[in-house]
């Protein structure tokens, strides 16, 4: 699979991970005592489905960081059709590697992409950059029940083999210096959400002659059938935590 492919696949979509405008709202609402004008990033920020829901809360100016130029394009685009360029900043850089000051950041949000770093592995990089008392909200795939099946297990372990449960998300934000503020698994319309769009758009490339085009249909053929035979078993789970004063780092 390449990710040229996927980012054709993606393109245009307005979620290009499970969520929705409600989850991020409650999320917010955990967020207490921001100070006025907060220091805001949105990490794998996509086309910005959660940059623009922060941005017209709070209003004023959120950061949206992504490695996609095209998907930060669209970000900005939409920013002006809906009157909020000026609350929208986009940087094309790796969240692995932030150039962010240490201390420097309010809020650090992030919807459907540590993954790409591992949990607890995101949280270990990101707090460094958050100040004490600020916060970060994250989703991330995790198990729902204690002995998923076999099947899932193994098809999960190939996309995302950190993958671990709500509480193992709590026990690693509590060694990092991270109060857990909020904690709730997503319905599984959030991944409605997402899917439907995908799977219609994708239509169009059935006869598409890129392998890695080909590649990215047979996968998320592969992801819709585990969904729909093992989807009570794993979901998304959207935490929100707070750095204490005497966190490390
Ligand atoms: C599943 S999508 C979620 C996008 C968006 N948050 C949303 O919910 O619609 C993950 C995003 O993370 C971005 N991404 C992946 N690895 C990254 C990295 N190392 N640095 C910055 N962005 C990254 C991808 O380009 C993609 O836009």
Known sequence: MSIEALIRQHIGLH??????DAHTLRAFSACAGLPPEPVVVDLGCGSGAATLVLARQLGSPVLGV?????????LE????????????????????????????????????????????????RWRTHVKPGGYLAVTDAVWLTPAPPVEARERWATWYPAMTTLDACRDAAARLGLDVVDAFPLPRSAWEAYYHPLVAHSEAFRSDPDPGMQAALADLALELDTFERFGDSYGYGFLVMRKRGDAPG
């Open 66 to 74: 992504d490695l996609c130029q095209p998907f930060l394009d669209e």
């Open 15 to 20: 979620r290009k991970g499970p969520g929705g």
């Open 77 to 124: 685009e939409r920013a002006r059709a809906e009157g909020l360029e000026h609350l929208v900043r986009t940087r094309c850089a790796d969240f692995g590697e932030l150039d962010l000051p240490p201390g420097s950041v309010d809020l650090v949000w992030s919807e459907g992409a540590i993954y790409q770093l591992g949990f607890e592995e995101g949280l270990w």
